[in-house]
């Protein structure tokens, strides 16, 4: 097969208007109505019963006839003989004449002769009269056959999505079983690395995400999912496969090989078998995307990267499926925002993927200053073609994805377990980026953090005001946070006895920007000085130091997989990570937070949960706060 270019991205109105002339033909199966929730009933429903089947009271009371009660009141009660009572499911017959009743309770069927239930609280029953205070009405409070649903009566449309309300009355009508449509959506996953989720996870393999994510998509459409596992890059694999989803379902789906590169051979399976409707759509993320159709049978050649993936099945899956199962077109939210930072586009229509704290909305493309990763966007919004720039401060409208909650604080800097005990103890929902100090400093300056989470040492040993200096952060105050002993992380098993040791092993590393690798590297050079050599040639012999775990926990990670032998981090990490700790130095864990910022609830809750004495107590080992804690030491 000969390898093609990309063609000319369809636009996104394009690739919408396709996807909307397509439709499948969806079978029909029947389940058990407990197992219906979410599916499509394919026919009316007709009640084959009255609900209620029989004349039935809707109180506790005497049923009688009416007209025995028209003389009745307060001062002047009726009496009338009591010959019996009716329990709620009782079939025996009963007959009410003149001057008589019988209790009667709720849901009991009506006996011959009454025409009315009186409530008993407009009565008073002596030893075999009942005294009748009220008058009351033909009818009263007799619920009659049918006056539910009656019999014929059509009480569900074709079309409907089974939720509780429809289950339920199928279930009062009689049904067990309810006829549904049955659209099979069929799942490849292909790629050569990709692995079950439950099986050991080998180096160069990663979890099969797709499949999953996107069968629940599928069901939460009305479709039914089939998965067909992971098909690896190989080309008589995937064709065999393909063949086997597409003489079983009415659309196939696929993930990953869609793009050009080398091993991504999808699009030429669809096209070699089928028609290739379009290749590329102008859409962030996921623009390779492949819309064909095989045999009658659309097939979907869906991106690889799992959020991508999402997203198109979102915007160009799900409306198939919903036009098939002749659903009303989606019910997406949709809300109005303001952007929170500008947003440069490609000047083509996009659909871009956005997070949204409050509000505010921040891009989460990494190519466009992203504040927020891929995984963690909220929504995505509509860029028109010819937009170039959107502002920050403008309004635009944010198509949610699903019903995720959306973060109350936006954090992003260095990462800490005393950033959790935060999150926990406000109750508020975070969402923390951990990149380290430097981005903290830099999301501030770009206004597009609300709080930055540093512990950023400069020449002098102090801790983050010099930087905020530096940077000429403005509108921002400097909280002083919490201490943490920082040190080196290693396995017990392996013979490590002071900060020395570092020069003999293999090490991981922090990512550039990280205040904790600042922090290593002045202790470098303090171990430098002492051994007599410069900096730098003591660096240069360093095994891994050009690594870049983003987190302490990945650091652990890496050690306890023996990836490194020793790796340097906060105490808390090492120990929940089960690892040996050697103290070297304590850092200060400060916060930068917005001044506009200071007097909201969330920011409030932030600062009331730092100053306790319950964060005091609950502060892992290796951490504690000081006097200056919780304390704003300056403003900028
Ligand atoms: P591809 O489109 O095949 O080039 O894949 C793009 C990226 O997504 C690669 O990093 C793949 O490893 C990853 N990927 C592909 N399929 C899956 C999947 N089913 N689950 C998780 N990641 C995937
Ligand atoms: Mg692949």
Redesign the pocket.
Known sequence: MERKEFRELTSVEDARELVDTIRVRPGTTILPIEEAAGHILAEDILSGVDVPAFNRSVKDGYAIRAKDSYHASEPQPQELKCIGAIPAGCKDSFFVDDGETIEISTGAPIPGGADAVIMVESTKQTDDSVLIYQPVHIGENIMKAGSDIMKGERILRKNTRMGSREIGVLASIGMDKVPVKRLMVGII???S??IKPGEELDISK??????Y?IAAAIEECGGTPKIYG?VP?EEELMEETLNRAIEECNIVLT?????A?A??I?YMIIEKKGETLTHGIAIKPGK?VVIGMIDGTPTIG?????T??LSIFNEFVAPIIYNSLGMKPSFKTKITAVMGTGIRSGGREELFPVGVVRGKVYPADKTSGAITTLSDADGMIEIRAHTEYIEAGSEVEVTMFGNVRSPDLMLVGGQCPGVDLLEEMTGLMFRTLNMGSSAGFTAMSGGTADIACVNMIDAEGNYNSSILKRMNLEDVVLVKGYRREQGIIFKPENHVYGFEDIVNLQMINRNRGSGTRTLLDRELGILAEARGVSKSELIKGLKGYNSGSKTHRSVCDAVRSGKADIGFGIRAAAEEAGLEFIPVAEDDFDFVIRKDLLEIKEVQMFLDALRSGEFSERLPEGMHTYELTGSIISSF
């Open positions: 996953s292909t790629g690395e990709l990663i979890y099969d995400a797709n499949s994510a992971i890059d993930s990953g090989s869609t793009s590169g091993g991504d999808m390779p869906l991106p690889g990267n799992p991508s993936a």
